[in-house]
């Protein structure tokens, strides 16, 4: 059985700073995969989360850090980081491996429920056997589809739907 975690960070939801660093740096070493933008991994893995819960991007200097620690998780059991990377796609780590998958070129009209989406199609791909590549591809586009649409769960596409868009951008 494999566990994941999208670490799904909402700063208004936490009471200070450092508590979902601290709720994630003992939540993590627990979980097989883990799905998080680079802000969220910053927030959970840095020792001043605030640049980020600000809304923030993740500061210009600190993205060596940032790396080195989101690939010294793996070193604490995590087998593999899913690194969104909005429209650029996505960076998968393994202790093996390090995939850059890239993105779909869309028209972003909402991107509320993205994240979600592409979560779902990580791991329902993840879950039906497909490699690292093909589930992020599958991912990506789940994502890339929900952003052309307004709405947020109701938005998710449909199994047939990411077939046919992945299709229409080249295929797998």
């Not at 640049?51 to 604490?76: F, I, K, M, T, Y």
């Amino acid at each position: 059985l494999t566990s994941f975690v999208d670490l799904d960070l909402r700063p208004t939801e936490w009471g200070s700073p450092d508590a979902y660093g601290t709720a994630m740096s003992r939540l993590l070493p627990l979980i097989d995969v883990a799905i998080g933008t680079e802000e969220e991994f910053y927030a959970a893995l840095m020792p001043d989360a605030r640049p980020v819960l600000s809304l923030d991007a993740v500061p210009q200097d600190a993205h060596d850090e940032l790396d080195a620690r989101v690939a010294g998780l793996l070193e604490q059991d995590v087998d593999a980081i899913a690194l969104k990377r909005g429209p650029r796609g996505v960076t998968i780590l393994t202790a093996r491996d390090r995939l850059d998958v890239p993105g779909f070129p869309v028209e972003v009209l909402n991107t509320v429920g993205a994240g979600d989406a592409f979560a779902s199609g990580l791991i329902r791909s993840r879950l039906r056997g497909l490699d690292w590549w093909d589930s992020a591809r599958f991912a990506n586009a789940c994502g890339a589809i929900t952003v052309t649409r307004h709405g947020c769960s109701s938005a998710f596409p449909t199994e047939d739907e990411v077939e046919s868009f992945v299709a229409s951008q080249g295929g797998w």
